[in-house]
């Protein structure tokens, strides 16, 4: 099993885990969707130890999170789980959290989609979702590093591009989510929090 980096992993971690200590002071068991390299996963999961951190992914970048997660040996983090966040199946569990990071801008907008309507089904009432990443505002970038960004994402591949936050919080909202947190995280990124009623 080899581990991954990502240096953004590293530089985000600590001011995520400052928003995400309020957010989730209350919660218990939180579904980390997209979890990457593992490195949130075991951060957040040592930072938080009331909470259990399950991570999950895409079947190939499981091994990667694996490995983080033997070597922080935490309690608290199991196994992390195959989940394709686009899909109709989701793992089941007493979840009240999902938390996922920099996902949006690179799945296709229909998996974004999927994903709002996984939540809805998926989260119960009082449930929170938290999403991480860089958004537009009203059709604009907020910044000029976030339309160069857009560019080459867009240029890796066309489904890929910063999701409008209109887009995402109608979707939340159909999906049964009202927006209780938009707060400004630094190099122009936001993070996004949603409650089920």
Request: proline letters at 7%.
């Amino acid at each position: 099993m080899t581990k991954q980096f990502s240096p953004a992993c590293e530089r985000n971690r600590e001011p995520i885990f400052q928003a995400l200590r309020t957010l989730l002071a209350d919660r218990r068991h939180v579904l980390e969707i997209g979890s990457g390299t593992g490195q949130h996963a075991v951060f957040f999961g040592a930072q938080l130890p009331h909470l259990i951190w399950q991570a999950s992914d895409l079947p190939e970048n499981l091994p990667g999170i694996v490995a983080w997660q033997h070597e922080a040996q935490l309690p608290n983090v199991p196994p992390a789980l195959v989940l394709d966040a686009g899909s109709s199946t989701w793992p089941d569990g007493d979840y009240d959290a999902v938390f996922t990071a920099n996902t949006c801008h690179i799945m296709a907008w229909r998996e974004v989609e999927s994903m709002f309507e996984g939540v809805g089904r998926f989260l119960p009432a009082g449930g929170i979702l938290c999403i991480y990443g860089p958004f537009n505002y009203q059709g604009a970038f907020t910044s000029a590093s976030n339309a160069h960004f857009d560019a080459a994402l867009r240029a890796q591949a066309p489904h890929r591009g910063i999701r409008d936050f209109e887009a995402l919080d109608y979707l939340a909202l159909v999906n049964g989510l009202v927006l209780e947190a938009d707060l400004d995280m630094p190099s122009n990124n936001r993070l996004l929090a949603w409650k089920r009623q």
